[in-house]
């Protein structure tokens, strides 16, 4: 094979490459876009009463599940006509046949009698007794019984938040159905806060805490993505122009 012949092979290879980086690159971020679309739902938050966990005017970015897939610790997304007929982002922190209570006398909330920790909490500006603040949990003390199929559901800002403890003369002392629930809190899309953790606290009681969701895979592919797309548009005309100019110079020196 000539020189020329060699080299315009290697120039089609890099061409065939970059296509091909450019293809797979397309699929993965059209195919992590369109899962993230079908699995996940926007919501800009309403209020501070998530705060520090999620700000008023966030946008988060959550997961829509059963509300029979709902674990203690999870964020979620509900609508109950007692709490008004909008979405509310609050924590759940009991589950059907919990007794909550708050506060044990080194003033955390109590699920069944065990202490949770909530290193999440940020009460009258500091953080909770999980971090040797001494703040309680709560201002005020409450005692309640999650009706079964029935979720209790409280404010990181335990100072501000409208939740069940608001309602615990309701029926159901506070708690609303899972069938309330329309999505997991996952992740803060803006600011780009990253992924909200489960809390280990929750994972040492029975039915532990909720599995992660897909969206760091989802991520991953769009990243990966744009990563092969960007990589093979410019690879192609790259290798075009290195062989080319490894032509020219073969040709060059057999002229001399």
């Given amino acids: 094979m000539s020189g020329s012949g060699r080299h315009d092979g290697r120039g089609?290879?890099?061409?065939?490459?970059?296509?091909?980086?450019?293809?797979?690159?397309?699929?993965?971020?059209?195919?992590?876009?369109?899962?993230?679309?079908?699995?996940?739902?926007?919501?800009t938050v309403p209020t501070d009463s998530m705060a520090p966990t999620v700000n008023a005017g966030?946008?988060?970015?959550?997961?829509?599940?059963d509300g029979e897939d709902v674990r203690r610790g999870d964020v979620v997304v509900?609508?109950?006509?007692?709490?008004?007929?909008?979405?509310?982002?609050?924590?759940?922190?009991?589950?059907?046949?919990?007794k909550i209570a708050c506060c044990d006398e080194g003033g955390r909330l109590t699920v069944d009698g065990k202490p949770v920790?909530?290193?999440?909490?940020?009460?009258n500006g500091a953080s909770s007794p999980a971090s040797g603040s001494g703040a309680p949990a709560s201002p005020q003390d409450f005692?309640?019984?999650?009706?079964?199929?029935?979720?209790?559901?409280?404010?990181?800002?335990?100072?501000?938040?409208?939740?069940?403890?608001?309602?615990?003369e309701d029926a159901g002392q506070g708690?609303?159905?899972?069938?309330?629930?329309?999505?997991?809190?996952?992740?803060?899309?803006w600011p780009m806060n990253g992924m909200i953790g489960r809390p280990e606290a929750f994972a040492a009681l029975p039915g532990g805490v909720s599995s992660e969701g897909p969206l760091p895979l989802q991520?991953?592919?769009?990243?990966?993505?744009?990563?092969l797309i960007l990589g093979g548009a410019a690879?192609?005309?790259?290798?075009?122009?290195?062989?080319?100019?490894?032509?020219?110079?073969?040709?060059?020196?057999?002229?001399?």
């Fill in 78 to 98: 509900f609508t109950d006509p007692t709490w008004g007929a909008v979405p509310m982002v609050k924590r759940v922190v009991g589950v059907g046949g919990d």
């Fill in 58 to 65: 966030d946008r988060v970015l959550a997961e829509r599940v």
């Fill in 219 to 227: 991520a991953g592919a769009l990243v990966v993505g744009v990563v």
């Fill in 175 to 189: 708690s609303v159905p899972r069938g309330a629930v329309q999505a997991r809190v996952d992740a803060v899309a």
């Fill in 143 to 168: 005692t309640a019984t999650v009706p079964e199929g029935q979720l209790f559901l409280l404010g990181d800002e335990r100072n501000t938040s409208l939740d069940s403890r608001v309602h615990l």
């Fill in 12 to 43: 089609r290879l890099g061409n065939v490459l970059s296509n091909l980086a450019v293809a797979v690159g397309c699929v993965l971020f059209l195919g992590g876009f369109a899962w993230g679309a079908v699995v996940y739902a926007p919501y």
């Fill in 235 to 256: 690879y192609g005309p790259l290798a075009g122009r290195s062989a080319r100019r490894a032509a020219r110079a073969e040709a060059s020196a057999r002229g001399r």
């Fill in 117 to 123: 920790e909530e290193p999440y909490l940020r009460v």
